[in-house]
């Protein structure tokens, strides 16, 4: 079946160090898109790209990075210049193009990362 | 830029009994909706969503939502409501910004008591 994998599922990060969360999927979509999920805060965006070897700030972009090397993996590195960085992290990803803008996102399983 | 507010982080609600959630939207243009579910730890799963025509929009799980232009409003409902529907529910709305990301309400906790 098609889907988006996430791993690991929970994660733990000590002081000073980066870590990186693994997104792959397999639905052969353009676009792909890194989430922050927070109590009572709903989702944020932190990272899209629609192409390879392209990708966009989103709304809290500071203290993570991205890349996109592959169609199918988008990864995100939390960095050490991010000071509250436990969260639920969320990938999903979208088609493009004419008449997908109405189209859903698919979403991972999501990654829970905790700091040691 | 398009939003969303949920109205009410918490609803509880008797097995058997109605499910409303509430959603507003703000948008210059007409809007792509969307619902979604989401179990403890898990992600979030397609409930339904609206884009044009028909305004009463049916999804999985015998949830349904109504598109109010003059309300601004995309209410997800659901006539009898179960213990497996306890979960976050979220209302997002998709626009061109930001590559169509979505943009989320802040969610809805829905309790279902025996």
């Known amino acids: 079946d098609g889907g988006i994998t996430q791993s690991p599922k929970y994660l733990f990060r000590k002081e000073g160090q980066n870590v990186t969360l693994s997104c792959e999927q397999n639905?052969?979509?353009?676009?792909m898109y890194w989430y922050r999920q927070d109590p009572g805060q709903g989702l944020r965006l932190i990272y899209y790209?629609?192409?390879?070897?392209?990708?966009q700030k989103g709304d809290i972009a500071e203290g993570y990075s991205v890349s996109r090397e592959k169609k199918e993996s988008f990864p995100l590195t939390v960095t050490s210049a991010q000071k509250n960085p436990t969260a639920f992290y969320l990938c999903?990803?979208?088609?493009?193009?004419?008449?997908?803008?109405?189209?859903?996102?698919?979403f991972g399983d999501g990654t829970r990362l905790s700091i040691l | 830029a398009q939003s969303v507010t949920q109205l009410g982080s918490h609803v509880s609600v008797s097995e058997g009994a109605l499910v409303l959630l509430r959603c507003n939207y703000s948008?210059?243009?007409?809007?792509?909706l969307f619902w979604y579910v989401q179990y403890p730890n898990q992600g979030l799963q397609l409930l339904l969503k609206?884009?044009?025509?028909?305004?009463l929009v049916k999804g999985i799980n015998g949830f349904e939502a109504e598109f109010k232009k003059s309300e601004t409003s995309f209410h997800l409902t659901k006539p009898s409501a179960h213990m497996s529907d306890a979960a976050e529910y979220f209302c997002a709305v998709k626009g061109p910004n930001s590559g169509y990301a979505l943009n989320f309400g802040k969610g809805t906790s829905l309790l279902v008591t025996p």
């Open positions: 639905l052969n979509h353009d676009a």
């Open positions: 999903a990803s979208s088609t493009l193009g004419q008449g997908s803008s109405n189209q859903p996102q698919h």
């Open positions: 609206y884009t044009t025509g028909a305004t």
């Open positions: 948008s210059s243009v007409p809007p792509y």
């Open positions: 790209s629609q192409i390879v070897n392209d990708f």
